[in-house]
Nanobody
Framework: QVQLVESGGGLVQPGGSLRLSCAAS????????IGWFRQAPGKEREGVSC????????YYADSVKGRFTISRDNAKKTVYLQMNRLKPEDTAVYYC???????????????WGQGTQVTVSS
């Protein structure tokens, strides 16, 4: 059974940090690019960051460049999103998904996690 399970969300003050984890099971994680996507209330879902299957390329949305870092540990079947200097506008449900990276961005493909809530507020 294919599963992606996110964890690490929570409530944090502006300027704080969180690290999200995406644990994969039921498929070969090292065969897939993985992305983090987010959706805030009343807004469309957007791609935040993606990483290729062997960590040769990464994509970041302009809104998170210099603040977020994506990484992966294929041996642990986990992809991470380190989020620093968080802003209230980062508040959203964050999802990990299998992804495809292309020239100007990335998009989700087959498999999705259930999401984890990130709230940035004082």
């Amino acid at each position: 059974q294919v599963q992606l399970v996110e964890s690490g969300g929570g409530l944090v003050q502006p300027g704080g940090s969180l690290r999200l984890s995406c644990a994969a099971s039921g498929f070969r994680l090292d065969y897939y690019a993985i992305g983090w996507f987010r959706q805030a209330p009343g807004k469309e879902r957007e791609g935040v960051s993606c990483i290729s299957s062997v960590d040769r390329s990464r994509y970041y949305a302009d809104s998170v460049k210099g603040r977020f870092t994506i990484s992966r540990d294929n041996a642990k079947k986990t992809v991470y999103l380190q989020m620093n200097r968080l802003k209230p506008e980062d508040t959203a449900v964050y999802y990990c998904a299998t992804a495809k990276i292309y020239g100007m961005g990335c998009e989700a493909t087959n498999y999705w996690g259930q999401g984890t809530q990130v709230t940035v507020s004082s």
